[in-house]
């Protein structure tokens, strides 16, 4: 069953699409930290055209509606960011990673994380949008590295 999000500019996001690998990365403002050393550890992944990288931020009741766009505003920053450092390694654009902020949990619920968490969690999806791995309380990024160097 496809899950869907929308990302930062209200574009639509099949979170297991299909045709390539996919890593789904919950994380909350408190993770920004760990979340980020994660995705950092992934970018050796992203040149790859049969890997998708995608962001699911729980925002579930932290944001008053008012300040929502704000939200989308500094997300499209770092991703900014993001890319700008991605494409001086090397890699295309195109293999942006979405981040999508779940402020109403649809998202999150969708992908079975129904609270709110102290640690990074993964699903990984295969070419077929199936589900195969799901890390909780992910702590290192060799252990999610690990995860991906299995699959791929």
């Known amino acids: 069953m496809p899950i869907c999000g929308q990302d930062a500019d209200g574009h639509a996001v099949a ?6 690998f996919t890593v789904v990365m919950y994380t909350n403002p408190d993770l920004e930290d760990a979340s980020r050393k994660m995705s950092l550890a992934l970018d050796p992944y992203r040149s790859r055209s049969d890997f998708t990288f995608v962001r699911v931020v729980d925002l579930r009741g932290d944001v008053p509606p008012s300040m929502r766009s704000m939200v989308r505003v500094d997300i499209r920053k770092e991703q900014a960011k993001e890319l700008a450092r991605l494409k001086k390694a090397g890699v295309s654009a195109s293999n942006a990673a979405p981040i999508i902020p779940d402020f109403s949990g ?4 969708a992908l079975g994380w129904d609270s709110v968490y102290d640690q990074v969690h993964l ?8 589900e195969v791995k799901r890390l909780e309380s992910v702590t290192d990024a060799k252990q999610m590295t690990k995860v991906v160097d299995s699959i791929l």
């Open 15 to 20: 979170v297991n699409g299909k045709g390539h």
């Open 106 to 109: 649809s998202t999150l619920d």
């Open 123 to 130: 699903v990984v999806y295969d070419t077929h949008g199936h």
